[in-house]
Protein backbone atom coordinates (compact mmCIF):
# COMPACT_ATOMS: atom_id res chain seq x y z
CA UNK A 1 0.00 0.00 0.00
CA UNK A 2 1.44 3.44 -0.87
CA UNK A 3 0.65 6.51 1.11
CA UNK A 4 0.17 10.17 0.52
CA UNK A 5 3.44 12.20 2.34
CA UNK A 6 2.04 16.02 3.26
CA UNK A 7 4.88 17.93 5.42
CA UNK A 8 3.40 20.54 7.51
CA UNK A 9 4.74 24.71 7.61
CA UNK A 10 6.01 23.94 10.78
CA UNK A 11 8.29 20.82 10.08
CA UNK A 12 9.34 22.14 7.21
CA UNK A 13 10.62 25.04 9.37
CA UNK A 14 11.89 22.47 11.73
CA UNK A 15 13.87 21.49 9.02
CA UNK A 16 15.59 24.78 7.51
CA UNK A 17 16.15 26.18 11.20
CA UNK A 18 18.47 22.35 11.80
CA UNK A 19 20.32 22.81 8.50
CA UNK A 20 20.73 26.22 9.21
CA UNK A 21 21.80 25.45 12.94
CA UNK A 22 24.41 23.03 11.52
CA UNK A 23 25.91 25.14 8.13
CA UNK A 24 25.81 28.23 10.00
CA UNK A 25 26.05 27.55 13.77
CA UNK A 26 28.06 25.19 13.62
CA UNK A 27 29.52 25.48 10.44
CA UNK A 28 29.61 22.29 9.26
CA UNK A 29 27.57 23.09 5.64
CA UNK A 30 27.84 19.37 4.32
CA UNK A 31 26.95 17.91 7.38
CA UNK A 32 24.18 20.12 7.32
CA UNK A 33 23.23 19.15 3.77
CA UNK A 34 23.67 15.45 4.58
CA UNK A 35 21.23 15.45 7.51
CA UNK A 36 18.92 17.30 5.64
CA UNK A 37 18.79 14.25 2.72
CA UNK A 38 18.51 11.60 5.33
CA UNK A 39 15.83 13.19 6.80
CA UNK A 40 13.90 13.36 3.32
CA UNK A 41 14.48 10.49 2.36
CA UNK A 42 13.74 8.52 5.99
CA UNK A 43 10.35 10.83 5.06
CA UNK A 44 10.21 9.55 1.64
CA UNK A 45 10.64 5.76 3.14
CA UNK A 46 6.63 6.56 4.99
CA UNK A 47 4.89 6.17 1.67
CA UNK A 48 5.51 2.54 1.73
CA UNK A 49 5.94 1.20 5.73
CA UNK A 50 4.40 3.84 8.36
CA UNK A 51 3.09 1.71 10.31
CA UNK A 52 6.77 0.38 10.94
CA UNK A 53 7.55 3.23 13.49
CA UNK A 54 7.00 3.16 16.86
CA UNK A 55 3.66 4.84 18.21
CA UNK A 56 4.89 7.14 21.03
CA UNK A 57 1.88 8.84 21.87
CA UNK A 58 -0.68 6.51 21.64
CA UNK A 59 -4.73 7.72 20.62
CA UNK A 60 -5.71 7.34 24.28
CA UNK A 61 -3.39 9.96 25.81
CA UNK A 62 -4.16 12.65 23.50
CA UNK A 63 -7.25 12.88 22.38
CA UNK A 64 -7.83 10.63 19.65
CA UNK A 65 -4.82 11.12 18.00
CA UNK A 66 -1.94 8.30 17.35
CA UNK A 67 1.46 10.24 17.44
CA UNK A 68 3.99 8.41 15.53
CA UNK A 69 7.74 8.84 15.17
CA UNK A 70 10.37 8.03 12.48
CA UNK A 71 13.85 8.27 14.70
CA UNK A 72 16.97 9.62 12.41
CA UNK A 73 19.47 10.25 15.50
CA UNK A 74 19.65 12.77 16.84
CA UNK A 75 16.14 13.85 14.97
CA UNK A 76 12.78 12.78 15.45
CA UNK A 77 10.18 12.94 12.58
CA UNK A 78 6.77 13.17 14.33
CA UNK A 79 3.74 12.15 12.06
CA UNK A 80 -0.11 11.04 12.03
CA UNK A 81 -1.40 8.64 9.65
CA UNK A 82 -5.03 9.16 8.19
CA UNK A 83 -5.71 5.45 7.30
CA UNK A 84 -8.77 6.88 5.54
CA UNK A 85 -7.33 8.97 2.94
CA UNK A 86 -4.28 6.80 3.23
CA UNK A 87 -2.19 9.85 4.03
CA UNK A 88 0.80 10.36 6.39
CA UNK A 89 1.19 13.78 8.03
CA UNK A 90 4.46 14.78 8.61
CA UNK A 91 4.00 17.28 11.63
CA UNK A 92 7.22 17.79 13.54
CA UNK A 93 10.82 17.35 13.13
CA UNK A 94 12.45 17.48 16.11
CA UNK A 95 15.81 16.52 18.36
CA UNK A 96 15.55 13.82 20.47
CA UNK A 97 16.76 15.83 23.32
CA UNK A 98 13.41 18.00 23.14
CA UNK A 99 10.30 17.14 25.59
CA UNK A 100 8.38 16.20 22.69
CA UNK A 101 4.80 15.21 24.08
CA UNK A 102 4.78 18.54 25.88
CA UNK A 103 5.91 20.67 22.23
CA UNK A 104 3.08 18.46 21.00
CA UNK A 105 0.35 19.46 23.73
CA UNK A 106 1.28 22.90 23.01
CA UNK A 107 0.87 23.32 19.26
CA UNK A 108 -2.43 20.84 19.03
CA UNK A 109 -3.96 22.45 22.22
CA UNK A 110 -4.20 18.97 23.92
CA UNK A 111 -4.41 17.49 27.09
CA UNK A 112 -2.60 14.63 28.43
Same mark, same amino acid.
Request: aromatic share 8%; proline share 3%.
Given at each position: ? @?? +? #?? /???????? *??? *????? %??? @? %??? /?? %???????? &?????? *? +? !????? @?? @?? &???? +??????FRTLILDPWQ????????????? /? #??ILSSRMDLPS? &? !? +? !??? &???
Open positions: M @CY +K #VT /ISKKARDD *LVK *LTTYL %AVD @C %AVP /IT %AERQRNRI &LEGIES *L +K !QFPYR @CK @CF &LTKE +KFQGIEVIFVIDEKSKTVD /I #VRH &L !Q +K !QFS &LRP
